[in-house]
Nanobody
Framework: QVQLVESGGGLVQPGGSLRLSCAAS????????MGWYRQAPGKQRELVAT???????NYADSVKGRFTISRDNAKNTVYLQMNSLKPEDTAVYYC??????????????WGQGTLVTVSS
């Protein structure tokens, strides 16, 4: 089994910064694209950013220019650097990973979520 463990959430003032981390562990045969999603109260889960193993990135329009996703393939870890945070960024942030097992079947895993609160 594969687990994703997130860290780095918390309370920050508007305009501040936070860095989220997500480490994958367990029986990893091949780790593919990883990403961050978020879910605000009363809203659906939405894409924040994704990154491929080769470093190609994709961002939601609402975070472009403020958030940066990166990964360390040697550590099976993905990061989300969040700058210029706004109250509307308040949400539970979830890490997602696409994997391939030894039978070459694709599957996805989700982290447990980490709460980010942007408030003065």
């Amino acid at each position: 089994q594969v687990q994703l463990v997130e860290s780095g959430g918390g309370l920050v003032q508007p305009g501040g910064s936070l860095r989220l981390s997500c480490a994958a562990s367990g029986r990893i045969f091949r780790l593919n694209a990883m990403g961050w999603y978020r879910q605000a109260p009363g809203k659906q889960r939405e894409l924040v950013a994704t990154i491929t193993t080769g470093g190609m990135t994709n961002y939601a329009d609402s975070v472009k220019g403020r958030f940066t996703i990166s990964r360390d393939n040697a550590k099976n870890t993905v990061y989300l650097q969040m700058n210029s945070l706004k109250p509307e960024d308040t949400a539970v942030y979830y890490c997602n990973a696409g994997l391939t097992n030894s039978a070459l079947k694709y599957f996805e895993v989700w982290g447990q979520g980490t709460l980010v609160t942007v408030s003065s």
